[in-house]
């Protein structure tokens, strides 16, 4: 497996400090990295799983609006970061395979690194207050 | 291909009896290839003596790491520069905010210089480098950005099968969990795996490190412990730290080496010390 970019290897450092769900995407949209925080969020520990797959990554869960409707991709952060490498922050629900739900807020923003390398995005989330 | 080392000192120039045997120059290492082209890494205080080795009519590539004070002070006393007609390229890492020149006139012009860069007299091309490699001669140049303050990279460059990765001023341990970790997660990795020679950062003892985490360099022992990981064949310490003597220097990396059976050569790196890759 190819070193990853430098950007890419401190912000995960970064990440495995801080206390917030942190998680860190390659520009394909692969899981690369979550920390101890997020782990929470997933149910799943980051040393069983390591990378993840777009695909595995929205296996895992369901997001919904406050109305229950699906949000579509081209709305979620994550996907706005990686696609129009722009901020974007939302709201929804997280609906995993055992039918539990938790709200939270995700703010994503693309990594742009020199000469022009896109270099994926990371995900916060943020525990909301049930709508 | 050959490698000498001009400068092996890190952060300031050290000079005087007690540092005689490593050098008290700061980074600067040339590396020749088998078709006579001839790349010279960093320009600090050790340029000033490889300068007056180089003929006049040859073309000079000198590749910077990055732009620390301690990596270009010798630069504008690097012979080549005052000729007329010389063909010298610089090449060096851009900031995201200014160019290469713009970077280097900072230096090269008053009051830290009393010559701006634009009024020296030989054929000057700057060049920000490359980040997806290039070609100088039949030498092979691979460039990565790598953990340390500011625009920073290190290089490998291959002829035939041989390389050399210099990695001067590198802190790949920076805020890991675990050191070292999977390739995929150490900092300069691909630039290093394999390489016949290693010229890597080792300016701390471990102690000196716990208290300097952070500054963008290496205690001995994560040196040794990169060069294990990336399989080198040969590791070259490099940028010592100024307040160690030839002594500290000769116990501390004993210490590092802790009587293990390295799986690599160490060789500490002594100004002057020549290195014959393939031959």
């Keep these: 497996m190819p070193q990853k970019a430098i950007e890419i290897i401190l912000m995960r450092q970064l990440a495995s400090y801080l206390a917030m769900p942190i998680m860190l995407f390659d520009p394909a949209g692969n899981l690369l990295y979550y920390n101890e925080p997020a782990e929470a969020i997933l149910g799943r520990r980051f040393d069983e799983t390591g990378e993840m797959s777009l695909e595995e990554w929205y296996a895992l869960f369901e997001l ?36 539990s739900r938790r709200r939270v807020e995700a703010t994503a923003f693309p990594l742009e690194g020199q000469g022009a390398r896109h270099l994926g995005a990371v995900v916060i989330f943020w525990e909301a207050d049930p709508a | 291909m050959r490698v000498t080392l001009w400068g092996t000192r890190g952060s300031l120039a050290t000079p005087g009896p007690e540092t005689v045997r490593y050098g008290g120059n700061t980074s ?11 790349l010279v890494l960093d ?3 050790g340029i000033r003596r490889l300068g007056g080795t180089i003929g006049h009519e040859e073309r000079v590539d ?27 390229h610089i090449w060096g890492p851009p900031s995201t905010t ?68 210099y990695l001067p001023d590198h802190e790949p341990a920076l805020g890991a969990r675990q050191f070292p970790d999977g390739p995929e997660w150490i900092s300069g990795y691909d630039l290093a ?66 009587g293990e059976r390295l799986p690599f050569d160490l060789v500490p790196g002594t100004e002057g010390a020549r290195f014959e890759l393939g031959a």
């Design chain 2, 193 to 258: 795996e394999g390489a016949d020679l290693l010229i890597h950062d080792s300016q701390f003892s471990s102690a000196e490190y716990a208290q300097r985490v952070g500054w963008g360099h290496s205690a001995i022992t994560h040196a040794l412990q990169f060069a294990a990981r990336a399989g080198v064949k040969r590791l070259v310490t490099f940028h010592h730290d100024p307040a160690h003597d030839d002594a500290t220097l000769d116990r501390l990396i004993e210490e590092a080496r802790g």
């Design chain 1, 64 to 99: 919904t609006a406050d109305n229950g409707s699906t949000v579509p991709l081209q709305a979620r952060p994550l996907v706005i970061a990686l696609q129009k490498r722009e901020a974007a922050h939302r709201a929804f629900w997280l609906r995993h395979a055992d039918g």
């Design chain 2, 28 to 38: 600067c290492v040339e590396v020749c290839g088998a078709d006579g082209t001839r």
């Design chain 2, 98 to 165: 200014l160019d290469l020149r713009a970077r280097l006139g900072r230096y090269l012009s008053p009051p830290l210089f009393p010559i701006r860069l634009r009024d020296l007299p030989c054929r000057l091309t700057l060049h920000d480098v490359p980040l997806d490699g290039f070609e100088i001669g039949a030498l092979r140049i691979t460039v990565a950005l790598v953990c340390h303050p500011g625009p920073t990279v290190g290089y490998r460059i291959s002829e035939g099968g041989v390389s050399v990765a």
């Design chain 2, 62 to 88: 000198l590749l910077l790491s990055h732009l620390h004070m301690d990596h270009i002070q010798g630069l504008g006393f690097f012979r080549p520069l005052d000729e007329p007609d010389q063909e010298v």
């Design chain 2, 43 to 45: 320009a600090g205080t």
